[in-house]
């Protein structure tokens, strides 16, 4: 499985960006796949998630302002991004689980930065 994250840029506070993973030598037989990021100094930490079965999770930093989604047709995985905050900035990955037992799969990173 090769995942690759694009759609990554600077916006000001406020702003939206859609961020998009391309999944290749993926079946829809997953676990789960979902959204990371990882500011400067700080942990990789999950942001949203999305089950093959369409169950979602959002981290309570970004619940009603991230929507994760996914295709299964085309094999991407989207997670739009509103009303953003300084504090989203980071490098975002995109992953997949093929089990439970966690993501072993990660695409390359891609920065978001929110500033005026």
């Known amino acids: 499985v090769q995942l690759q994250a694009s759609g990554g840029g600077s916006v000001q506070p406020g702003g939206s960006l859609r961020l998009s993973c391309a999944a290749s030598?993926?079946?829809?037989?997953?676990?789960?796949m979902g959204w990371f990021r990882q500011a400067p100094g700080k942990e990789r930490d999950l942001v949203a998630s999305?089950?093959?079965?369409?169950?979602?999770f959002y981290d309570d930093s970004v619940k009603g302002r991230f929507t994760i989604s996914r295709d299964n047709a085309k094999n991407t995985m989207d997670l739009q991004m509103r009303s953003l905050k300084p504090e989203d900035t980071a490098v975002y990955y995109c992953?997949?689980?093929?089990?439970?037992?966690?993501?072993?799969?990660w695409g390359q990173g891609t920065q978001v930065t929110v500033s005026s």
């Open positions: 992953a997949e689980a093929d089990t439970y037992e966690g993501y072993n799969n």
């Open positions: 999305i089950s093959s079965d369409g169950r979602t």
């Open positions: 030598g993926l079946t829809n037989d997953f676990w789960a």
